[in-house]
């Protein structure tokens, strides 16, 4: 029998929540598809500076480095927000990324149908939707240097550095085109070129790295542009390509033409090495305790560490489809309702998951 040692880390707000659920289906999963999954839990995020003092203790990033795969919840809540900058839940999540050098993040923006009636667009725009950001994830602005405060200024003065170099860029186009070889073979790289010389850099590299592969049909498009014409038209995207920055915002937005963002999973990889899985939102403090959170994007994100991360891809499908079912059932979380379907809680809909595995 194949054993997995996964790692996860709960971490903050309604992780908790959504974690019990995907940790249930796990093991319903590995029965049924004849796998041993350990699941081991570490601190992650403010709890884990409550307790250590650090938001990415070395204690959890060993056992990530040594696990299969990682599966993250979310972390961060307002409370830790007057924290330095290096003590809040946020820089635990970065450095994690670094530290398992997960340069690739991958988004898939796919509707369900069940769903379509829930986006906040009208259903003839989002109902051709089926993209894939792939966002670079441990450079440009997040982690460039120099970056800090000014303070002998007369007034106070702060800043950061969006920088690249090539073979940062390279490595990520690389695995845009696998991605899109597997698709349509369509890779739209979004820049702002026409104001930075850093997306200039990235949008000749994108194009260098591109024209190899003859199957590929490469465009580019400005950042703002890029966010106009993913509420205006898309169902034109098929993968795109771009920098930590943009790709953070844009895919907020891509997440928003699913109806919620509680249901978009992403993987973060690397070219060996565990992966790290976890849900596009974040750990929505308002709403934690409450047993009414959605727990979808986690087991999305599940699903997506068992195709990617174990090469389990039947368990990943049994996945797919019982979220499938449970869905074009009526069966709702709050995020979700529209009126006609039933509001079930996070537990519940974890349950209605279950019976359908
Ligand atoms: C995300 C999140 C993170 C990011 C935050 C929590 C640091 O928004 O994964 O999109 O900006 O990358
Ligand atoms: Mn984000």
Not at 17 to 23: A, L, M, Q, R, T
């Amino acid at each position: 029998m194949k054993k997995y040692k996964i790692v996860l880390l709960s971490g903050d707000g309604i992780g908790p929540e959504i974690s019990e659920v995907s940790k249930k289906v796990l093991k319903k999963l590995s029965k049924y598809h004849n796998f041993d999954i350990e699941i081991i839990e570490e601190l992650f995020g403010g709890i884990a500076y409550e307790k250590y003092g650090s938001p990415a203790p070395d204690k959890t990033l060993d056992q990530c480095k040594k696990s299969d795969a990682v599966l993250l919840a979310c972390v961060g809540d307002i409370k830790y927000d007057s924290l330095a900058r290096e003590l809040r839940p946020e820089s635990g999540l970065l450095k994690l990324r670094s530290a398992l050098n997960l340069f690739a993040n991958i988004r898939p923006v796919k509707i369900r149908k069940s769903l379509l009636d829930s986006s906040t667009l009208k259903k003839e725009i989002v109902e051709h939707v089926d993209l894939i950001v792939v966002r670079e994830l441990i450079g440009g602005i997040y982690f460039g240097k120099p970056r800090g405060h000014i303070t002998d200024t007369k007034i106070p003065k702060a800043f950061n550095t969006m920088v690249y170099d090539s073979a940062e860029i390279e490595r990520i186009t690389e695995i845009a085109i696998k991605i899109a070889n597997q698709r349509n073979k369509k890779i739209c790289s979004v820049d702002k070129s026409n104001v930075l010389e850093v997306s200039q850099l990235w949008r000749d590299t994108v194009l260098n790295i591109t024209s190899k592969d003859k199957n590929i049909s490469l465009s580019n498009m400005y950042v703002d542009n890029a966010a106009m014409q993913l509420v205006r038209d898309p169902g034109q995207f098929d993968v795109i390509l771009t920098s930590n920055l943009f790709g953070d915002i844009l895919s907020d937005l891509a997440a928003m033409l699913t109806g919620s963002i509680g249901m978009l999973p992403s993987a973060s990889l690397n070219n060996d090495g565990p992966g790290v899985f976890e849900p596009v939102h974040g750990s929505a403090p308002d709403i934690a305790g409450k047993n009414i959170a959605n727990p979808i994007a986690m087991l999305l994100s599940a699903s997506m560490m068992l195709k990617i991360g174990l090469n389990e891809e039947e368990a990943a499908e049994n996945l797919e489809t019982a979220i499938d079912k449970v869905l074009s059932k009526g069966f709702r979380t709050a995020d979700l309702a529209d009126g006609f379907s039933e509001v079930l809680s996070c537990s519940e809909i974890g349950d209605k998951i279950m019976d359908e595995i």
